[in-house]
Structures are given as structure tokens and as C-alpha cells.
């Protein structure tokens, strides 16, 4: 049986590993369905907000919208060359320029029989026309002219309404704004959309050795790194991150920040979830009413996150290790900013590569290698890079992708082919 503080049943094989106190430890995989599962549970109807094109970047679109006209509005030529009747535009027989079409102008007059038309890309093709013959395969001797190749009707041209037909749906509710679909909304004439408010996500740092960035730190103190690193991850994911500063290792400091957090959707503590005296978190938020729905998933780093629920407040505890904390916003926060911003989960965005180098990590966790990955003559490859460990985001600024080294597959030889995370920052 579960210890019945875990209010989300989990598969009957789950595996239980007994510390102190029970810990329930996930795959990475079941620990990300749980958070889809919650979020999507936990989530209200997002209010929405009218954004100029411009700012829209990243938000989740709260509309649909129509196209307002056929696309292309005409039969629009993709090459320089000649407009033709394909028939006649044959290498038998010449036919005789009559005039020429630039991008933007009016064309009305059909094209006449045993002519062509001169035609810029981008240009409307005149009535009748059937094809398009590039110039570099005709020959000009004054208003003459001979075609090297046979011609088929339909090249060379987007038919009118071939794109989309008018009131079509160009975007749909729930769509991630990028930059393609930026295009289309201007293309059809909305300068401003509908869009989802993104998720306001509260970050709280914790630990009695971590000082602000604006202090001198003692001898003995870290400068509180991990507030800015999620701050920027939770950016990038669609949210709006409130930054909550860092709470001492103190049950009436840690409940007292917690509660601030508890005002927003979504809180990510971290630091305080492992099994030290003074890792108090899980605890305090217990106290003050919280559910777990895991505490422990098998990463590295990472390992001892804890995800659950208190009030209205979706609850990531990260373990406070930079990179620990960095890994696991990307693969289990960021899945929750998604669906709190009115969107899908993102496919988590791995790659496969091949290895440069050979890698040797323990088994039983899925390993979280910071790894450069580079491109040559068409091709990609991936080296992991010497690190300290989970502290040393130094080695993380020369990183571009995590390798994934299996549970059930630690020792990779040079050449195979691996899974690689992007960091999706710099990548
Ligand atoms: P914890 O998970 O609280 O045991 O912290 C693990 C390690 O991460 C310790 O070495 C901390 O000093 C470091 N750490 C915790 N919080 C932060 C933070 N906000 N910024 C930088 N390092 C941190
Ligand atoms: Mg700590």
C-alpha cells in the first residue's frame, strides 16, 4: 500500500524506495505524465488579454482566425520568366513577347494566342495563362521568344486559392505563437490578438547559506543563482515569473514565503528537498496543508524533486543543486507553464545524435550528461563535457544539450547513436 499522503494512484509496479520517510521515485516518464495529469486537472479557464502582433511572441493564441480572402489572392508566379499558354510554349515554336507583369501590377487582359507575357516573381499570372517558363531556359531576340524545354501546364505558378479558400481556419485556439504564425496573422489582416495571460509562477530559493546577488557574500555563503536561472527558464516556457527572494532553512521563514507563493498557480521552490536535517520543505508545506504526488523521480541530476499540490497552488520542490534544479524545471515545470498558459504539453524536444565520445554512468537513473553538440559536413555529433556535478553550472555555459544516458544502458561506446536534450535557450 501507498502512504495514503500521495493522493495520485500510480502504477501497481511502481517502485518504492524506503529512506527516512517513504519516498515514491519515478521514471522520468511517469513522473511527467503525473504532471500533465495534475496540471490539466488542477488548471481553470485562462483570462485572456489583446496583444499587438508585435508583443504576441510565445503567447497561446485565445482565437481563432479566418482567413479573409483566398491565398494566394491570384494565380501567382514563383519564378522569373514568361507567362504562357503551356500549349504553345513549345521548343517547335517561338512566340511573341507582348508585355510584362511586375509584382503588384493590375492584370486584366487575358493573354492572347501565339503570345507571352514577361513575369516577375511574385506577379499575377494574366487570364488564360497556364504556366510559367523560366528564363534561363528561353532565348530573347527581340520581341521573339524560343523555349529550350516543352512546357507543362501548371509549372512555375501557385494557383489561386490553393493555400487556403476565404474563412478558412488559418489558426486555431490553443496555438503557440511563433514566428510562422505571427506571418499569418498578419497576412490575413489581424494586427492584434486574443491571447492567453501567461501563468504567473512564483520562484522561492531556499537555504541559510544563500545571500541575495546585490550582497557580499561570507566566506561560507553562495550567492542566490537559482532564482534567475528559473526565472529565465520559466520566461522562455510562456510563464510570467514573481520572484519571491530566498527563505532561510527555518520553518517560520519557509512557511511565511510559502504562503506568498501560494497566491499565484503555480510556486517552484528550490533547495530543502533532500534528506538533511535542515531540508525542510516538504515538511513545512505539509503542514500547511499540501499533497504529494511524487517526492522522488529517477534522474540524476535531480532525483529528489518533489511535486504536489497546496490550496490552489500547483508545488515544484527542486533539489537546490544548479544544475539539479536547472534539469528538472526544464523536464517537469515546464510541461505545467504549458498547460496553465492554454496550451498542450510540448513533446519533451529530444534529438538523436551520435557520440562522440564514450560515456559510463551508473545504472537505475536516467543520467542528464551537459554536452556540446556540433554539426559538420551535413552531419551532428555530441560529446559529454567534464564536469564537477550538479554544482557546476560553470561547465553548463559550454553546453548546448543534455546527452540521456538510459536507466538500463549506462556505459555507451563512442559512435552509438544517443538521445540529446536541447537546452532550448541556446539552441
Ligand atoms: P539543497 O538542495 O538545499 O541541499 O542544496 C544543494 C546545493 O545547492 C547546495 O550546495 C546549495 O548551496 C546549492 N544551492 C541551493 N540553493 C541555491 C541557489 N538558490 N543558488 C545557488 N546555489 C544553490
Ligand atoms: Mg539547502
Redesign the pocket.
Known amino acids: 500500500m501507498h502512504s495514503d499522503r500521495f493522493a495520485f494512484s500510480l502504477p501497481p509496479d511502481t517502485p518504492r524506495v524506503i529512506h527516512c520517510s517513504p519516498v515514491f521515485v519515478l521514471s522520468f516518464d511517469q513522473a511527467r505524465e503525473v504532471v500533465v495529469a495534475k496540471a490539466k486537472s488542477h488548471c481553470r479557464p485562462r483570462p485572456t488579454v489583446s496583444l499587438p502582433i508585435s508583443d504576441a511572441l510565445g503567447h497561446i493564441l485565445a482565437e481563432e482566425i479566418r482567413t479573409d480572402r483566398e491565398y494566394p489572392p491570384f494565380n501567382r508566379s514563383t519564378r522569373d520568366g514568361y507567362a504562357v499558354h503551356s500549349i504553345e510554349a513549345q521548343p517547335t515554336s517561338p512566340l511573341r513577347c507582348v508585355g510584362e507583369i511586375k509584382a503588384g501590377d493590375t492584370v486584366h487582359a487575358p493573354l492572347a494566342n501565339g503570345a507571352c507575357v514577361q513575369i516577375m516573381t511574385g506577379a499575377a499570372l494574366p487570364p488564360g495563362a497556364d504556366a510559367v517558363v523560366m528564363i534561363e531556359f528561353t532565348r530573347r531576340a527581340g520581341d521573339q521568344v524560343f523555349f529550350e524545354r516543352p512546357t507543362e501546364s501548371g509549372q512555375n505558378f501557385v494557383p489561386r486559392g490553393s493555400e487556403a479558400r476565404r474563412l478558412d481556419v488559418a489558426l486555431s485556439p490553443g496555438l503557440r505563437l511563433g514566428f510562422a504564425e505571427l506571418a499569418v496573422a498578419a497576412q490575413v489582416g489581424h494586427s492584434t490578438l486574443q491571447c492567453h495571460k501567461k501563468p504567473r509562477v512564483a520562484i522561492l530559493?531556499?537555504?541559510d547559506?544563500?545571500v541575495s546577488v546585490t550582497e557580499t557574500p561570507g566566506p561560507f555563503h553562495?550567492?542566490?543563482?537559482?532564482?534567475f536561472s528559473l526565472a529565465a527558464q520559466v520566461q522562455l516556457a510562456g510563464g510570467s515569473p514573481v520572484l519571491l527572494g530566498?527563505a532561510l532553512?527555518r520553518v517560520d521563514d519557509l512557511s511565511s514565503k510559502i504562503e506568498q507563493g501560494l497566491g499565484e498557480e503555480i510556486l517552484v521552490l528550490?533547495?530543502?528537498?533532500?534528506m538533511?536535517k535542515y531540508?525542510l520543505v516538504e515538511s513545512v508545506l505539509k503542514g500547511m496543508g499540501a499533497e504529494f504526488y511524487f517526492d522522488a523521480v529517477a534522474i540524476r541530476p535531480g532525483k529528489?524533486v518533489v511535486f504536489g499540490r497546496c490550496h490552489n497552488t500547483l508545488i515544484f520542490g527542486l533539489?537546490?543543486?544548479?544544475v539539479?534544479?536547472m534539469v528538472t524545471c526544464q523536464l517537469l515545470v515546464v510541461p505545467a507553464i504549458d498547460i496553465h498558459s492554454g496550451a498542450s504539453p510540448r513533446p519533451v524536444p529530444f534529438l538523436e545524435t551520435t557520440l562522440s565520445e564514450a560515456v559510463k554512468e551508473k545504472s537505475g537513473l536516467t543520467h542528464f550528461l551537459p554536452a556540446l553538440l556540433t554539426w559538420r559536413d551535413s552531419r551532428s555529433r555530441v560529446r559529454v563535457l567534464g564536469w564537477q556535478g550538479s554544482?557546476d553550472i560553470a561547465a553548463m555555459t559550454q553546453s548546448n544539450c543534455f546527452v540521456v544516458v538510459p536507466a538500463d544502458r549506462p556505459d555507451i561506446p563512442a559512435g552509438e547513436r544517443v538521445s540529446v536534450l536541447p537546452r532550448t535557450d541556446v539552441l
Open positions: 530559493s531556499t537555504g547559506e544563500i553562495i550567492r542566490n543563482s537559482n532564482s530566498n532553512d528550490s533547495g530543502g528537498v533532500s538533511g531540508d529528489p533539489p537546490g543543486n544548479p539539479s534544479t554544482g
